[in-house]
């Protein structure tokens, strides 16, 4: 039985529909083109992990996580980027992010850490 939702934010709707269909055997998925409206949803259905691109439209992944960590301070939040900044690795990393993926993503690794993630910090 599906138990753990997740959101997935990104502004690329392939980027979306790949991780959607890599995660939906294990976790229920709600996709979102910005930070915007994955925390408007958040009000009424918090999921147990986030999968947040930092550049957005609007607020930035950044900027959503600050905002994700005020109102859920113990949401996972997993931070995903095409660029392999070190300073925004460890600000992300200081701002309560789980982790730090970097574009193009792979499927394996995602799943595992979003598992990972999902079934030790939540057990």
Do not use: N
Not at 67 to 81: A, E, G, L, N, T
């Amino acid at each position: 039985m599906i138990s753990k939702s997740v959101y997935v934010v990104d502004d690329a709707q392939a980027a979306r529909d790949i991780i959607s269909m890599a995660l939906k055997k294990t976790c229920h998925v709600k996709s979102f083109p910005s930070a915007e409206a994955a925390i408007d949803a958040m009000s009424s259905a918090p999921p147990d992990l986030v999968l947040l691109d930092i550049g957005l439209p609007g607020i930035s992944g950044i900027e959503a996580l600050v905002q994700i960590k005020r109102f859920y301070p113990d949401m996972i939040v997993i931070m995903m980027s095409a660029y392999d900044d070190e300073k925004i690795v460890v600000y992300a990393m200081s701002l309560g992010a789980y982790d730090y993926l970097v574009k193009p993503l792979q499927m394996v690794v995602l799943i595992e850490i979003v598992q990972k993630a999902l079934w030790t910090t939540t057990e």
